[in-house]
T-cell receptor, first 116, second 114 residues
Framework: AQKITQTQPGMFVQEKEAVTLDCTYDTSDPSYGLFWYKQPSSGEMIFLIYQGSYDQQNATEGRYSLNFQKARKSANLVISASQLGDSAMYFCAMREPHSSASKIIFGSGTRLSIRP | NAGVTQTPKFQVLKTGQSMTLQCAQDMNHNSMYWYRQDPGMGLRLIYYSASEGTTDKGEVPNGYNVSRLNKREFSLRLESAAPSQTSVYFC?????????????FGPGTRLLVL
């Protein structure tokens, strides 16, 4: 069963607009961490933001915020005031403490393209 | 402070050849990981090392071996490369082992097996 689902393979957004990238997850463990990574065309994986399952508030890091809806098992990434440099692949990921390896499970990604 | 470094950046192999991908981190992290990324997909874990001297299999270990040489270095070896191993390989490290630990990634190695 897929544990991380990103339903938007690609998105186009006008520069300076806000954008929401969807992510839903599946776990029966009460303890887990949720991550978003950015992968620009150069290929590296850049950590953006983290949300813990017990965190009461939504995580924010500069223009990035994570809309965490625990009951819906949703962890959407919101980018405010998008910039041309935001064009990249974005991966949602989850880490569980009791999996056979404490590894990060990645979604299939969303390709975001910012139009000038 | 270079973070996580990987060598080489790009490699072409013929089927049956062997090679070792090198990874080093200067963040004094305990845990290190090797992932592969195939086109249109997220990353899949090949092997990981929770601490110096220990290694364990991940999701897709077949055809690979690893060595945790010391705390800084974690290498991935392909003994007999196959075209199915054409991929981008990422090394990552994290300070600990828990579900709150963020993994930091190297720049990747693009491997083409002909």
């Amino acid at each position: 069963a897929q544990k991380i689902t990103q339903t938007q393979p690609g998105m186009f957004v006008q520069e300076k607009e806000a954008v929401t990238l969807d992510c839903t997850y599946d776990t029966s463990d009460p303890s887990y961490g949720l991550f978003w990574y950015k992968q620009p065309s150069s290929g590296e994986m850049i950590f953006l933001i983290y949300q813990g399952s017990y965190d009461q508030q939504n995580a924010t890091e500069g223009r990035y915020s994570l809309n965490f809806q625990k009951a819906r098992k949703s962890a959407n990434l919101v980018i405010s005031a998008s910039q041309l440099g935001d064009s990249a692949m974005y991966f949602c990921a989850m880490r569980e403490p009791h999996s056979s390896a404490s590894k990060i499970i990645f979604g299939s990604g969303t390709r975001l393209s910012i139009r000038p | 402070n270079a973070g996580v470094t990987q060598t080489p950046k790009f490699q072409v192999l013929k089927t049956g050849q062997s090679m070792t991908l090198q990874c080093a981190q200067d963040m004094n992290h305990n845990s290190m990981y090797w992932y592969r990324q195939d086109p249109g997909m997220g990353l899949r874990l090949i092997y990981y090392s929770a601490s110096e001297g220990t290694t364990d299999k991940g999701e897709v270990p077949n055809g690979y071996n690893v060595s945790r040489l010391n705390k800084r270095e974690f290498s991935l070896r392909l003994e007999s490369a196959a075209p199915s191993q054409t991929s981008v390989y990422f090394c990552a490290s994290s300070e600990g082992w828990g579900w709150q630990e963020t993994q930091y990634f190297g720049p990747g190695t693009r491997l083409l097996v002909l």
